[in-house]
């Protein structure tokens, strides 16, 4: 009778613990990514005004090599104009060239990516995405994925569907979407990779997210802490609104071609996100692409933009 009583007692506290913990805010420890925004990686040899496209593929290069001798990096993150025009053998280069990587790729999708009246659609994108990365097992170009215990990423298409355009648009299916994903993951804390910026570092109406209210009116529902990481713009821009972190980041094949490591601390109530800003080790093409952007002040951003640790309490 006594041994029985004991493993009784022992289920209880087992059940007892068991959902204490399950009604916890779910945390584990710390996360590190990688964010590549606005490769435009390129087969032709002419630059424009502000892009150099010609050098795409050393730039990348030096990335990747920066990139696979840091540690225990979960992903590698490329938000959007992985590509600078919307062609097969660009694409096809360009995931060759991102398979050369230690880390687990995701894509999302930007403006220069796709086309609707040629051949590399959306519905092509994604075929050739799932054919070329292991990681990419997803049937959208929107998706989901929890990379550890207490953190989603929730990765958003703002290319339209219809028409050549720069500014983005969320369809209201992929809000809807959003929003149950959202639901689901109120004791994460959710990173968000979308080419288009909710908060732009500068003003450029033709460049904004046109449906950007309705985008927000969702994320003000939740009050976990997100974090939204963002290109389009090409330049660097941290801003910290409530309980969501806005990250802008700059162009590999512009001014001053760079990419950022983010370090994430979840801790039980608050989170710690920790920004450092990597630059190219091939300073004579910066200092070319820094004269064609003439100075590129408003790419490199401030010091604030650049590094950066922000803290997010949890409520």
Request: net charge positive; hydrophobic share 35%; proline share 4%.
């Amino acid at each position: 009778m006594k041994k029985l009583l004991k493993d009784c007692l022992f289920i209880l506290f087992v059940v007892t613990v068991m959902f204490f913990l399950s009604d916890q805010p779910s945390f584990s420890g710390t996360m590190k990514f990688v964010q590549l925004s606005d490769i435009h990686y390129s087969l032709v040899k002419d630059d424009t005004s502000y892009k150099l496209l010609s050098k795409t593929r050393p730039l990348l290069e030096d990335a990747i090599c920066q990139i696979n001798k840091q540690k225990h990096i979960k992903f590698v993150m490329i938000t959007g104009d992985g590509i600078d025009r919307p062609e097969k053998d660009s694409i096809l280069a360009l995931t060759d060239a991102l398979n050369t990587l230690h880390y687990p790729w995701y894509y999302t999708l930007g403006n220069h990516d796709t086309t609707t009246d040629g051949y590399l659609t959306k519905k092509n994108i994604v075929k050739i995405l799932r054919e070329k990365n292991p990681n990419y097992t997803f049937d959208t170009t929107y998706y989901t994925f929890k990379p550890q215990r207490g953190f989603r990423v929730i990765v958003l298409d703002g290319a339209k569907n219809k028409g050549i355009s720069s500014n983005g648009i969320l369809p209201e299916e992929e809000l809807q979407w959003l929003d149950n994903i959202l639901n689901q993951s109120k004791r994460d804390t959710v990173l968000i990779f979308i080419h288009f910026p909710l908060v732009t570092p500068y003003d450029s109406k033709s460049h904004e997210i046109l449906n950007a209210e309705e985008f927000k009116a969702i994320l003000k529902k939740y009050n976990m802490p997100i974090g939204i990481f963002s290109g389009h713009y090409h330049a660097a821009k941290i801003t910290k609104r409530g309980n969501i972190l806005h990250v802008s980041s700059p162009s590999l094949a512009g001014y001053p071609n760079s990419f950022r490591i983010v370090e994430i601390k979840n801790e039980r109530n608050r989170v710690i996100f920790k920004l450092d800003f990597k630059e190219t080790n091939l300073k004579d093409l910066q200092a070319k692409t820094k004269i064609m952007t003439l100075g590129g002040g408003i790419y490199y951003g401030k010091p604030k933009d650049r590094n950066a640790v922000i803290i997010i309490e949890k409520k």
